[in-house]
């Protein structure tokens, strides 16, 4: 196995220890830091080149949202990796009960293509800030952010801990035949599965950020152009290429009706009349994702754009109307600027429609009418919920971020990626003395010793009768 | 297992009923939506963690606790809303029996079900889809588990095993070190995930430490083992012959006396056991307690750190800075200094393994944690559509900046 070696070496610096203290991972995070500053430009450029991410779009999502989480952690490592105190029993008081957060060893960091930078940094962020090593195998599909990654990082990280491993699916199986101590992946569901049958081998935790159909319900009762234009914004940022986009909208006929020169409306204010020249578009990370996405531009009926230009790999900002459930648009994650629109007949159809399908990363609802969103959030299962808005909960860091079913396992953001990448570990520390205490545990077993050993671990229930 | 009374009621149901009543205690708190820190965007929104059922679980036991390893994930399960499916262990076929009976008649059939069988069923109901799966056993089938589970994205907690060491450093109370390790060891006839393996200390005081297991197993069982009510047996013929063999070899300086008919096996103390005996290659699971010595603090951390995570680690020591050291040189599930077992008590720290010992953990809080989805939920209004405003294309770097 290629990658022997350099997981050998990493677990050796893993055991030297040097990972461990707080000024060793403060310095590691400040490096970082100092990578989102001096490559800046690099990355958008690098990101224009990949997918023609803007530039708008590249400083949000890559650099001033990773520089969020980096701060967030330097300003809370040192409260996070303190022993967490507990309650304690009667039997335990002169005894210290804590919760100790333990690095698991040497972690593995697989990222996917459409945020290249954000979906490995941000990950790794809570490894070193746990105490971890860790390798880094960004997506191939992104090759000049890949390229980027390869060459700089390792001038700023230590390489004794954390290495960039490059290449395809043939290395990335290579590299899961390794024992990893934590797998941490975001990609899409079928590898998400083939990454926890490797890890499985090791008895390796792993967590799994995927995908799935995002669901946009719209009520009936809505300002209609506030609607269109958070939707457009989620739908079209990154060219569609968002795993919590809104996948597809569900709203009754009249609201299809009224919301189409509403998003024509939004569209045209964000890109102008040709999208195709707005610096503020994307384009298709490659030619089989444009091809992919072409063929679903055959579902329901074209209502706003529906351009496309291969040599580009452009697509235009689609609506498509009227669309059926049995569509080939409906049959997969979209990933791409077309938004399929479904006409249910009520909110209880929608909600139906829904739970009828696995469970997505997220769901939306829009109304007004704070019932109607509420009975959305209580009445459906996703990784998280977001109400009259798109998107915007990624923005907090103090929300937890993962999916649920076929959408992920484990969670992330903030204080989350910290303890993802720590192991908690109960601890007990005993007293020597006292030892009479003890007696009632020790056989010969009596029911008087029973008695005794159920009045001091006993919890009474409230409300139950007591003599004290 | 022939669990005595006292003994079952204590270490079965005792912890039952208080795990029972603490969820029924909890729950509201446990359940209610937590609000968390909104940043200028989300200041006028409503964010929170909702806590929601997964949906329906499955719960595989173990036959060395076969009551409490079911009933545990069972009241965790329950208090997080989901619907259950409960896999007791064939192995402890009687307790099997008896939770396939009684469940039923408590609990809502069409939403709790019990059901029984060996490797063939579980193969088979390992290939339904369940939204998580909490599994307790050896480590080879906790790989078998998370395979399965892989195949529908299934979260898993697997609570496996491994040696848990047990470091007796020279500045120690030896007497007292001694009773409350021979405690943690023999119970259940060291049948228990978290007994301590194996013993780890200096060879000068090897013989003392002998000397005073030997003395507490009077205490406890009496001059005859064997006719004791409180010392168990072996689950079955099986893992008889197993333990038997790990002590080929060995130098058996207490103990040793087994009883095929009635699955029995004294308790029994080896001495100056070398690291690459068969011994020390497996969890024992049974009355066997090896001493491997070791020079020094170091030469022990050395000597766990080059085996697989354990479930549990001890150290007993006077001294304060060695156990700080031990603990944070080391990584275990979880540990207890200065006695054994008893952090497993504790309803507030979190149970589990890690590496080849587990993965995730359960107990009180930990349970509802387990079996419950985090849903991160974010409530906006759909006026005020100027501060959106900033977000919107066309961009330019002059909004990024505010």
Same mark, same amino acid.
């Given at each position: ?132 090593? #860790? ?116 709203? &009754? ?64 900002? &689609?609506?498509? #109307? ?97 303890? &993802? ?48 | ?402």
């Amino acid at each position: 196995n290629p990658y022997v070696g350099l997981v050998s070496h990493l677990r050796a610096s893993w055991l030297s220890g040097k990972t461990r203290p707080l000024e060793y991972r403060v310095a590691q995070l400040e490096a970082l830091g100092r990578f989102l500053d001096d490559k800046k430009e690099e990355i958008l450029e690098a990101t224009e080149l990949d997918m023609g991410k803007p530039s708008f779009e590249a400083f949000f999502s890559e650099i001033l949202l990773c520089k969020n989480e980096l701060n967030v952690t330097l300003n809370n490592l040192s409260n996070w990796m303190k022993d967490e105190h507990v309650d304690k029993n009667l039997v335990m008081q002169l005894d210290s009960v804590f919760i100790r957060k333990d690095p698991y060893g040497v972690v593995l960091i697989i990222a996917p293509w459409n945020y290249p930078i954000h979906l490995f940094l941000v990950p790794l962020i809570g490894a070193i800030a746990a105490g971890n090593c #860790a390798i880094i195998k960004p997506s191939e599909i992104s090759k000049n952010t890949e390229r980027l990654v390869a060459e700089t990082l390792s001038c700023y990280l230590d390489n004794d801990c954390f290495a960039v491993v490059t290449g395809g699916v043939p290395e990335t199986t290579r590299l899961l035949e390794n024992k990893f101590d934590y797998i941490f992946f975001t990609g899409t569901s079928p590898v998400g599965r083939i990454v926890m049958t490797a890890a499985a081998k090791h008895l390796t935790p792993v967590t799994l950020e995927l995908g799935g159909k995002n669901p946009c319900y719209v009520s009936d009762t809505c300002n209609v152009t506030n609607v269109a234009r958070r939707v457009a914004w989620g739908r079209f940022f990154n060219a569609g290429q968002t795993c919590i986009a809104p996948d597809y909208l569900l709203c &009754t006929i009249e609201m299809q009706e009224k919301l189409m020169p509403a998003l024509r409306e939004a569209i045209t204010e964000f890109f102008g009349h040709n999208p195709r020249e707005s610096p503020d578009f994307g384009r298709i990370v490659s030619d089989k994702q444009f091809q992919r996405l072409r063929v679903l531009l055959g579902s329901g009926r074209v209502a706003i754009g529906g351009q496309t230009d291969e040599a580009e790999r452009y697509i235009a900002p &689609t609506v498509l #109307a009227d669309v059926l459930p049995s569509d080939p648009i409906m049959q997969e994650e979209v990933f791409g600027p077309i938004l399929p629109i479904v006409v249910i007949a009520n909110m209880e159809e929608a909600i139906d429609f829904i739970n009828a399908r696995p469970q997505p990363l997220a769901v939306y609802a829009f109304s007004c009418d704070s019932k109607i969103v509420n009975q959305v959030l209580e009445r459906t299962s996703s990784g998280a919920f977001c109400g009259n808005d798109t998107l915007m909960h990624v923005t907090l860091t103090s929300l937890p971020f993962g999916g649920i079913g076929n959408s992920g396992l484990g969670k992330y953001h903030g204080k989350f990626t910290f303890d &993802t990448f720590s192991h908690h570990r109960g601890c007990l520390h005993r007293n020597m003395g006292l030892e009479t205490l003890n007696a009632p545990r020790y056989p010969p077993y009596t029911q008087q010793k029973l008695g005794l050993l159920t009045t001091t671990f006993e919890v009474k229930r409230r409300g139950t009768c007591t003599l004290l | 297992l022939l669990q005595s009374g006292p003994n079952a009621y204590s270490h079965e149901v005792l912890g039952v009923l208080r795990e029972l009543i603490l969820a029924m205690e909890k729950l509201p708190s446990w359940a209610a939506p937590q609000p968390v820190k909104k940043n200028l965007l989300t200041v006028r929104d409503e964010a929170y963690i909702g806590y929601e059922p997964l949906g329906v679980v499955l719960v595989i036991g173990a036959w060395n606790y076969p009551f409490v390893l079911v009933m545990q994930p069972l009241i965790g399960a329950i208090a997080a809303g989901n619907a259950v499916v409960v896999k007791p262990s064939e192995v402890s076929e009687n307790t099997a029996r008896l939770v396939a009976e009684l469940l039923p008649q408590y609990l809502d059939k069409d939403l709790y079900a019990v059901v029984t069988g060996g490797v063939p069923e579980t193969t088979e109901l390992l290939t339904q889809r369940f939204d998580h799966i909490l599994y307790t056993g050896n480590t080879a089938v906790g790989r078998i588990v998370m395979a399965a589970a892989a195949k529908h994205l299934t979260p898993v907690t697997l609570e496996l095993g491994g040696k848990s060491p047990c470091y007796i450093d020279k500045d120690c109370d030896l007497a007292v070190a001694c009773r409350r390790i021979t405690w943690g060891k023999y119970m259940n006839c060291g049948q228990t995930c978290i007994a301590p393996d194996y013993i780890l200390c200096d060879p000068s005081i090897q013989s003392k430490v002998v000397e005073n297991i030997k003395a507490t197993l009077k205490e406890f069982y009496g001059e005859d083992v064997k006719s004791s009510p409180d010392y168990e047996r072996i689950v079955n013929q099986r893992h008889f012959k197993r333990i038997l063999g790990l002590l080929e070899g060995q130098k058996i300086a207490h103990g040793g006396e087994t009883d095929e008919a009635s699955c029995f096996i004294a308790p029994t103390i080896l001495t100056d056991v070398s690291p690459e005996s068969k011994v020390m290659e497996e969890e024992i699971f049974g009355p066997v307690l090896p001493i491997v010595t070791v020079k020094s603090v170091e030469e022990a951390i050395e000597f766990i750190n080059l085996r697989e995570k354990p479930l549990a680690l001890y150290v007993f020591s006077n001294n304060k800075q060695l156990i700080r050291r031990v603990i944070a040189e080391t990584s275990s599930g979880g540990m207890t200094a200065n006695d054994v077992i008893m952090h497993s008590v504790v309803p507030d720290l979190p149970f589990g393994g890690v590496g080849h010992s587990g993965m995730g953990a359960y107990h009180g809080r930990y349970s509802f944690e387990t079996f419950s989805h985090r849903r991160a939920c974010l409530v906006k209004d759909l006026r005020w559509e100027v501060v959106n405003r900033l977000r919107y294309p066309p961009g330019s770097m002059e909004t990024v900046r505010l």
